[in-house]
């Protein structure tokens, strides 16, 4: 099916597979290293605010640099988003596009365009 065509984690064919996806990452990732997540490392554009990126920590100040492995961040907030109802899921789910959108830029930019 769905899942072994693609890899199984970049497509959940139905709302059980997103259920169990939702649930994973709420227990391995779970609320407070999230919001500790958006409260440091996530860094809002100031000259646009419709893109966002995750910095990295050197120990005493957030690198405002954006690793290409960061993108993960974008659908882990997604997927961490849930329905997107409450405010929290809202939250992560506006992280999460603003993320994936300075991703795509990114690569959009770049002399391959990959």
Do not use: Q
Not at 33 to 43: E, F, G, H, Q, T
Not at 65 to 73: I, K, V, Y
């Amino acid at each position: 099916g769905a899942w072994e065509k693609t890899g199984g984690y970049l497509y959940f064919p139905n709302p059980d597979a997103r259920l169990f996806a939702h649930t994973t990452l709420t227990l391995f990732f779970g609320p407070i290293p999230a919001r500790a997540i958006l409260d440091n490392l996530v860094v809002f554009s100031p000259d646009d605010p419709s893109v966002a990126f995750v910095g990295s920590w050197n120990g005493g100040a957030v690198v405002h640099e954006m690793d290409h492995l960061s993108c993960f961040a974008g659908g882990m907030f997604a997927l961490g988003s849930g329905a997107g109802v409450t405010s929290l899921e809202k939250e992560y789910l506006t992280a999460a596009k603003k993320i994936t959108k300075a991703c795509y830029k990114m690569y959009k930019d770049s002399p391959t365009g990959i």
